[in-house]
Antibody, heavy 119, light 110 residues
Framework: EVQLVQSGAEVKKPGESLRISCEAS????????IGWVRQMPGKGLEWMGV????????RYSPSFQGQVTISADKSNSTAFLHWNSLKASDSAMYYC????????????WGQGTLVTVSS | QSALTQPASVSGSPGQSITISCTGI?????????VSWYQQHPGKAPKLMIS???QRPSGVSNRFSGSKSGNTASLTISGLQAEDEADYYC??????????FGGGTRLTVL
């Protein structure tokens, strides 16, 4: 079964750094793009960016460029989303999701990681 | 790709059919392949319901169907059931590894 399992909820203070993870299983990790999606409380889905683990080709939505870093560890089939300095406005649910090969659809999704940034 | 527009809410009674529209989709030939729909229950991750505008992934009920005409994609749910109550998002691939989501539609089963 193809599965994406994300790391647990985080509570951080403004200015702190954070890395959340998305571990893939059930398929060849290096063959599929993995993306990240933000959902702020009570709001819709926002595309953040995507990485191709095989060569770490990474693309960011303009809204998130410079705000986060997406990376991947091929040896552990894990993708990461990293913040250097969190802001209260980064409080949200974050989902990782796999893009189908040569397709535009997104499946499956990770279960989500809730990030809370509060002083 | 410009923003995708969905109605904020729709409702229907059990057994009825409802349709959720999504405007702002490219009208180019082949653009239907870029459209997908996702269901999200409260507190849960989104789930792919329709790909390539009208294809149902394995395991998705045949009560769900999709279509595209011009710059509008539509999701239709027939034989409404209580379990269909959720948020639904349309999505379009905009090229260069960038996806655009609609604002989401809250479906209420009366």
């Amino acid at each position: 079964e193809v599965q994406l399992v994300q790391s647990g909820a985080e509570v951080k203070k403004p200015g702190e750094s954070l890395r959340i993870s998305c571990e893939a299983s059930g398929y060849t990790f290096t063959s599929y793009w993995i993306g990240w999606v933000r959902q702020m409380p009570g709001k819709g889905l926002e595309w953040m960016g995507v990485i191709f683990p095989s060569d770490s080709d990474t693309r960011y939505s303009p809204s998130f460029q410079g705000q986060v870093t997406i990376s991947a560890d091929k040896s552990n089939s894990t993708a990461f989303l990293h913040w250097n300095s969190l802001k209260a406005s980064d409080s949200a649910m974050y989902y990782c999701v796999r893009r189908g090969v040569g397709t535009a659809w997104l499946h499956p999704w990770g279960q989500g990681t809730l990030v809370t940034v509060s002083s | 790709q410009s923003a995708l527009t969905q109605p904020a809410s729709v409702s229907g009674s059990p057994g009825q059919s409802i349709t959720i529209s999504c405007t702002g989709i490219s009208s180019d030939d082949g653009s239907y392949k870029l459209v997908s729909w996702y269901q999200q229950h409260p507190g849960k991750a989104p789930k792919l319901m329709i790909s390539e505008a009208s294809q149902r992934p394995s395991g998705v009920s045949n009560r769900f169907s999709g279509s595209k005409s011009g710059n509008t994609a539509s999701l239709t749910i027939s034989g409404l059931q209580a379990e269909d109550e959720a948020d639904y998002y349309c999505c379009s691939y905009a090229g260069s590894m960038f996806w655009v989501f609609g604002g989401g539609t809250r479906l209420t089963v009366l």
